[in-house]
């Protein structure tokens, strides 16, 4: 018993220790993915941008169609939050997720659940509230839902 509480304790510690350091906001160094900590990995806007002008990663935006279609990441993939029950078609389980939606709670909510249904490489950073870079209007081309083969 003593033995069980010193490591929830010595967990703990790690833990506080992390959300004060701002861990939370730094990508894992290469080797790590999302789920080898079974948490949602945050990243900058900064960051996310970065990997996505290096290419190779799949944006989804969790926000509803309406919220889609006034304004997204170009190339954001259309995947609403409430949707997601199922891993979506088309989008590998080892493909690198960048997940945002409007201020970063859906978006936190979505990369779990993704992480959940086998994901293994979920950041998620936040919202487009805080996006400096450039966005762009329009109805969503497809949803992540029946786009089987997309992003293959």
């Known amino acids: 018993m003593k033995k069980r509480i010193s490591a929830l304790l010595a967990a703990a510690a790690a833990l506080c220790t992390a959300c004060g350091s701002g861990a939370a906001e ?10 080898s900590a079974s948490a949602v990995i945050r990243i900058t806007a900064e960051e996310a941008k970065r990997r996505m002008d290096a290419g190779g990663v799949i944006v989804l935006d969790v926000r509803t169609e309406a919220e889609y279609a006034e304004a997204h990441i170009p190339g954001a993939r259309l995947l609403p939050n409430e949707t997601i029950a199922e891993a979506p078609a088309g989008i590998p389980k080892d493909a690198q997720l960048l997940v945002y939606c409007r201020s970063g709670r859906r978006s936190a909510e979505a990369a779990r659940k993704l992480l959940a249904l086998g994901y293994e490489h979920v950041y998620d950073f936040g919202g487009i509230i805080d996006w400096p870079f450039e966005t762009e209007s329009g109805a969503p081309q497809n949803t992540g839902k029946s786009s089987e083969g997309a992003g293959s």
Do not use: V
Not at 27 to 35: C, D, L, R, V, Y
């Open 26 to 35: 730094k990508a894992p160094s290469s080797g790590q993915n999302a789920s």
